[in-house]
């Protein structure tokens, strides 16, 4: 398994490095770190390039990815590589589809509310367009030990099925506890019931994606494959707004948000709906987009 890092010679890159080896870390994965340069083209402020500019670039960008490579641990396989390319975001898609990564892996801004997210517009068109996962770092993520627990943003909305399939897939292969989080505001409604629905709904999907074979589990019937799944823990967060719920949950410092896409997304394709932008905005542990209708097999 691999993830491939979009790397900038920053913070932003920095941080995208150190998700990216707790990702790794203990799940027989490796790293590649990807800078993306631009392509000569006619349309460039100087073109054709100066002698030997080629050779001045290639040599500064080997030596941001050193820099990188520098941040990965002994127990972690690293590889870098320079691309050229007129799009930074399709470049990095077309190397992850390539290397057939599990995920790719970017950094926030650091002009986010609380320092934790802002979009940049490389990874805007990821968080938009991606066919495969997309994990975003929190501006200031140090973090580089395995991740501790995978938490899963469920609604009731069409493709919660499919996302609550990879949750639970991905906390099986981890060994990892799963909660599944559900978010609710308070619009005059009883709180009380609210939550015991949503408790219930979370409860009965998770039996029904199980027992659809969605999910892989060593079990030779639909009830022992149920009762062979980690208990997940269900979570009712509430408050006046998306933000105030997600900021009044605990989150552990080793813990990773799984949201889906919007219905607005093309099949097996990322896009972050309004929704999943509000919950950046509290949020502070890393997020991954996972694509409308993704699947992955297990290998």
């Given at each position: 398994m691999r993830y491939v890092v979009g790397y900038t010679a920053n913070a932003r890159g920095h941080d995208a490095v150190h998700l990216a080896v707790a990702l790794a870390r203990?799940?027989?994965?490796?790293?590649?770190?990807?800078?993306?340069?631009?392509?000569?083209?006619?349309?460039?402020?100087?073109?054709?390039?100066?002698?030997?500019?080629?050779?001045?670039?290639?040599?500064?960008?080997?030596?941001?990815?050193?820099?990188?490579?520098?941040?990965?641990?002994?127990?972690?396989?690293?590889?870098a590589h320079i691309l050229r390319g007129d799009s930074e975001a399709q470049t990095l898609i077309d190397v992850a589809v390539e290397f057939d990564a599990a995920a790719l892996v970017i950094g926030a801004t650091n002009s986010g509310l609380f320092k934790r997210f802002s979009i940049g517009s490389v990874a805007s068109s990821l968080l938009h367009s991606a066919p495969l996962p997309v994990a975003l770092a929190p501006h200031g993520y140090h973090r580089t030990?395995?991740?501790?627990?995978?938490?899963?943003?469920?609604?009731?909305?069409?493709?919660?099925?499919?996302?609550?399939?990879?949750?639970?897939d991905s906390a099986q292969r981890r060994g990892l506890p799963l909660r599944l989080v559900s978010l609710l505001?308070?619009?005059?409604?009883?709180?009380a019931n609210a939550a015991d629905a949503a408790r219930a709904h979370a409860t009965d999907r998770l039996a029904a994606v199980v027992q659809s074979g969605a999910v892989l589990v060593d079990a030779a019937d639909a009830d022992a494959a149920v009762a062979a799944l980690p208990d997940p823990q269900i979570v009712v967060a509430q408050g006046r707004t998306i933000e105030e719920a997600v900021d009044g949950l605990d989150w552990e410092d080793g813990e990773i948000l799984l949201i889906g896409s919007s219905r607005l997304a093309q099949s097996r394709a990322t896009f972050l709906g309004a929704t999943a932008n509000r919950i950046l905005r509290a949020l502070p542990v890393p997020m991954i987009v996972v694509p409308r209708d993704y699947t992955r097999e297990r290998s």
């Amino acid at each position: 398994m691999r993830y491939v890092v979009g790397y900038t010679a920053n913070a932003r890159g920095h941080d995208a490095v150190h998700l990216a080896v707790a990702l790794a870390r203990g799940h027989d994965a490796s790293i590649d770190l990807v800078l993306v340069v631009p392509e000569d083209s006619p349309f460039n402020a100087v073109y054709p390039p100066e002698t030997g500019f080629d050779s001045i670039l290639n040599q500064q960008a080997q030596e941001w990815l050193d820099q990188g490579l520098a941040l990965v641990p002994d127990d972690v396989t690293a590889r870098a590589h320079i691309l050229r390319g007129d799009s930074e975001a399709q470049t990095l898609i077309d190397v992850a589809v390539e290397f057939d990564a599990a995920a790719l892996v970017i950094g926030a801004t650091n002009s986010g509310l609380f320092k934790r997210f802002s979009i940049g517009s490389v990874a805007s068109s990821l968080l938009h367009s991606a066919p495969l996962p997309v994990a975003l770092a929190p501006h200031g993520y140090h973090r580089t030990q395995p991740i501790t627990r995978l938490s899963c943003g469920f609604g009731t909305r069409p493709g919660a099925d499919e996302l609550l399939a990879v949750a639970v897939d991905s906390a099986q292969r981890r060994g990892l506890p799963l909660r599944l989080v559900s978010l609710l505001t308070l619009d005059g409604g009883d709180p009380a019931n609210a939550a015991d629905a949503a408790r219930a709904h979370a409860t009965d999907r998770l039996a029904a994606v199980v027992q659809s074979g969605a999910v892989l589990v060593d079990a030779a019937d639909a009830d022992a494959a149920v009762a062979a799944l980690p208990d997940p823990q269900i979570v009712v967060a509430q408050g006046r707004t998306i933000e105030e719920a997600v900021d009044g949950l605990d989150w552990e410092d080793g813990e990773i948000l799984l949201i889906g896409s919007s219905r607005l997304a093309q099949s097996r394709a990322t896009f972050l709906g309004a929704t999943a932008n509000r919950i950046l905005r509290a949020l502070p542990v890393p997020m991954i987009v996972v694509p409308r209708d993704y699947t992955r097999e297990r290998s």
